[in-house]
């Protein structure tokens, strides 16, 4: 029986003024994950209308496998407009097909033979896809590597969902801005940022925790281990995809035994040559590929 990576949650376009992408940070996670030949999918849930098939047709293009019911809610968006001097706002539609993930027979027979999972914040905005999400983390084999990538979104997420993510993972994805928002949720206050990133690790009792800061580097916390990585200067041509060829390459040479320095570093390196390419999934080159296997 094959053993699953996962990125479980939103899949949506962004409509942009010069036309649409397809997004969602589960199915870029699950892609980056493939390319170091893990058997990677990308589940949630589609609409009954063009843009599912267009979903479909995208997905399929990559080669990245997907499990995605139909559902009759639209298929997921995010309207992006630019102010006049170019400031992007995005309006993420609400009660579309990712808010409402059934658990089918299907979802459950990939948890149980789950071998690592994605997840965020996002998805679980509606009570169906939280429902779903639960479900799926529960049904998880004891060594499934769960990775909660927070991606706090406009209001789109509670103190709650937070608390019972980080009940449910071994590994918390997260960015500066995102500390912040979390210390003040969560009464971290007076703590600088590594201080927080520490509390978080042990009263949760982590396995990882993963810092991410921009341009100015990122850490990973484990037990006894703090290893920090300069963000490299690359001639960028979008950064779209970016954080989750991250997490997706982490988690890939994590599962086949680096250490956390090492998938660290590996990671930042990926990283650092997805943002030289165009799109959210490039094909990676057989020497960056190496690194992992």
Not at 98 to 123: H, M, Q
């Amino acid at each position: 029986m094959k053993r699953y990576v996962v990125g479980l949650g939103e899949a949506l376009w962004d409509m942009l003024p010069d036309g649409k992408k397809l997004g969602g940070a589960p199915a870029n996670f699950a892609y980056h994950a493939s390319q170091f030949g893990l058997d990677s999918i990308a589940i949630s849930a589609l609409g009954e209308d063009p843009l599912a098939d267009e979903t479909i047709a995208a997905l399929e293009k990559n080669g990245l496998q997907y499990l995605m019911p139909r559902v009759p809610y639209p298929t997921g968006t995010v309207l992006v407009t630019l102010s006049g001097d170019g400031i992007p706002s995005y309006e993420i539609k609400e009660n579309v097909a990712w808010d409402n993930i059934p658990y089918t027979p299907e979802i459950a027979e990939i948890a149980k033979n789950c071998r690592a999972v994605c997840f965020g914040s996002l998805a679980q905005r509606n009570v169906t896809s939280w429902g779903t999400i639960r479900q799926f983390l529960d049904d998880t084999p004891t060594d499934c590597l769960k990775i909660f990538d927070i991606n706090l979104r406009q209001q789109f997420f509670t103190k709650n969902v937070i608390e019972e993510s980080l009940k449910r993972c071994d590994v918390l994805k997260i960015n500066d801005e995102e500390v912040v928002t979390f210390s003040h949720l969560f009464g971290y206050e007076g703590l600088d940022m590594r201080e927080t990133c520490q509390k978080i690790l042990t009263d949760y009792q982590l396995q990882m925790l993963v810092l991410t800061c921009g341009t100015n580097g990122s850490y990973v916390f484990a037990a006894g281990v703090t290893s920090f990585q300069e963000t490299p200067k690359v001639k960028v041509a979008d950064t779209v995809g970016a954080g989750d060829s991250f997490t997706g390459s982490f988690c890939a040479a994590i599962l086949n035994g680096k250490s956390v320095e090492e998938a660290h570093r590996i990671a930042v390196e990926v990283s650092a040559y997805v943002c030289t390419q165009n799109g959210a999934m490039p094909t990676y080159p057989a020497e960056l590929v190496a690194k992992v296997k």
